[in-house]
């Protein structure tokens, strides 16, 4: 099994950055691929960004291209999201998971990803 925690969220100002981080245990190997995934009140899960296993492929949702990049430590076993530019409309819980190969037709949907963190809010005001 495979046992996914969250980190670095916290309440920013507009503009800011974070970086969020996604620590794995319990697996010794993966081959599949690491995603980020974000949930505002009152709406439903939407798609941020993808890794494959190997770090050759990212995927990112259209909201978030050229302000968020996504990275991964195999050695740490960590996946990492590193957000610039904040705007309020980035307020969400921000969730990680594990899946299996990304594919171009199935990397933003939920249903692609077996293991899911607890999530990290992260707050961005005006």
């Known amino acids: 099994q495979v046992q996914l925690v969250e980190s670095g969220g916290g309440l920013v100002q507009a503009g800011a950055s974070l970086r969020l981080s996604c620590a794995a245990s319990g697996r010794t190997f993966y081959s599949g691929g690491m995603g980020w995934f974000r949930q505002a009140p009152g709406t439903g899960r939407e798609f941020v960004a993808a890794?494959?296993?190997?770090?050759?492929?990212?995927y990112y949702g259209d909201s978030v291209k050229g302000r968020f990049t996504i990275s991964g430590d195999n050695a740490k076993n960590t996946v990492y999201l590193q957000m610039n530019s904040l705007t309020p409309e980035d307020t969400a819980v921000y969730y990680c998971?594990?899946?299996?190969?990304?594919?171009?037709?199935?990397?933003?949907?939920?249903?692609?990803?077996?293991?899911w963190g607890q999530g990290t809010q992260v707050t961005v005001s005006s």
């Open positions: 998971a594990v899946g299996g190969q990304l594919r171009a037709n199935t990397y933003y949907l939920r249903s692609n990803y077996n293991y």
């Open positions: 890794i494959s296993w190997s770090g050759d492929i990212t």
